[in-house]
């Protein structure tokens, strides 16, 4: 296992970190994954109070093994359920129990979207609470985990001291949500960077194109697609924990020696990422790159986000850019942005140099997307997290 220094409190983090969200409850297989991935070097473990048994079941296996020390535990503050400052203590002393452990190495704001989370966390004590807690220990670093757009992630970087943060980031969505221009702002300001969604889901280990993987095979056949996606974000120095969410003891030990074997990419295998890319793009309905030229849009749609769910919601699953979709439109936020929004100024589409109609697509995204059940559901959403 390869390991990368944690620059706030200067632990050696494995390079690979284990995606708790996915691991079987049931029968012993959980216990074999973190007992074979531990064998292997892997000390970074990420769950979240939200993610149904998850902590509890981590726990048990940790306590039963005797693994606490060994490892990192990363786990996540519902901010959505949080209302008052004595909100904050009731999560965390329950994730504590769950754990079956007196502290949290890594403790993190769960899903960012829209800065006003921020400055509502602010208004019921959130920076005192955490001053508390680091001082008595109960809490080691501090960050957070982000889902929202390019141009609110610096803004948020800035807000607080954040010893790390949480951000997607694979060779496909190089350019969505925080990106790499994320990346790369997070390191420069010294945050240790976790990677979340560094296979897409999945997809870009099984759900690639015929003609996307034939270019990875003819590359390197003794690699799979699974193994060229997280290599690639392991070439990034400012990357330190990529994590995986494995769900069977194979996928965790092929996941490791992914790991282990890495090596820097040379620049005709970085090319081949540009190719893969290109591929998986051609099933897109709309050709955006994720440039984000059309930015700023003077309405505040983030475009770039509205149409990558759109695209998800062809070329992978309509549940799936939905989700982005959700996040992409600030949806927890008092108010939401809507596609309707637009008033037809045609300042992004002088921009673009794609040259996409994107007025024109903007409507066809908010018929698909923003259908009458789906803003009563988001209503409805909002009403439930505020």
């Known amino acids: 296992m390869q390991f990368r220094a944690d620059k706030s409190s200067g632990n050696k983090l494995s390079a690979l970190g284990f ?14 994954m973190v007992l074979s991935a531990v064998q292997g070097g892997v000390n970074f473990f990420d769950t979240a109070y939200l993610y149904p048994n998850n902590e509890k079941t981590l726990g048990a296996i940790l306590k039963k093994l005797k693994l606490r ?21 009731k999560f965390l002393l329950q994730q504590l129990k769950r754990l079956q452990t007196d502290y949290i190495d890594y403790y993190l704001l769960h899903n960012i979207t829209v800065l006003e989370q921020w400055e509502d966390l602010k208004e019921l004590g959130i920076e005192k609470w955490f001053a508390e807690k680091k001082a008595s220990g109960q809490i080691r670093q501090i960050g957070f985990s982000y889902h929202g757009s390019g141009d609110v992630f610096p803004k948020l970087l800035d807000a607080y001291s954040w010893e790390f943060c949480m951000i997607q980031y694979n060779y ?7 990106g790499k221009k994320g990346l790369l702002l997070a390191a420069e300001k010294g945050l240790s960077v976790i990677v979340m969604e560094p296979l897409l889901g999945g997809r870009l280990a099984t759900g690639l194109p015929k003609k996307a993987k034939e270019l990875f095979a003819n590359a390197n056949p003794n690699k799979t ?26 996928q965790a030990e092929a996941n490791m020696k992914a790991a282990s074997d890495f090596m820097p990419l040379k620049s005709e295998e970085l090319a081949v990422f540009d190719n893969v890319a290109e591929v998986f793009r051609q099933s897109f309905k709309v050709k955006c790159t994720g440039c984000n030229y059309c ?5 505040g749609i983030d475009i770039p986000a509205r149409l990558t769910a759109y695209n998800a919601s062809y070329a992978q699953s309509y549940f799936t850019g939905l989700v982005l979709y959700l996040t992409g439109m600030g949806a927890v936020a008092k108010k939401p942005i809507s596609v309707y929004d637009c008033n037809n100024c045609g300042k992004c589409e002088k ?23 789906f803003r009563i559901f988001v209503k409805l959403m909002r009403l439930f997290i505020r």
């Not at 020390?69 to 203590?89: G, H, M, W």
């Not at 697609?225 to 070439?235: C, D, F, T």
């Not at 930015?295 to 309405?299: A, E, I, Q, R, V």
């Open 225 to 250: 697609p699974a193994e060229w996606a997280l290599q690639w974000l392991w070439n990034h120095e400012e990357v330190t924990v990529v994590l995986s969410g494995m769900s069977n003891t194979a």
């Open 69 to 89: 020390e060994k490892v990192y535990i990363a786990t996540k503050l519902p901010i959505s359920l949080c209302k008052t400052y004595e909100d904050f203590d």
């Open 351 to 373: 921009q673009c140099p794609q040259s996409i109609k994107i007025r024109e697509e903007l409507k066809k995204v908010g018929k698909r997307m923003e259908s009458l059940p």
């Open 19 to 32: 995606g708790c969200m996915r691991f079987p409850q049931i029968g012993s297989e959980a216990e074999r």
């Open 172 to 178: 496909y969505d190089e350019n969505y949500q925080a």
């Open 295 to 299: 930015l700023p849009c003077p309405k």
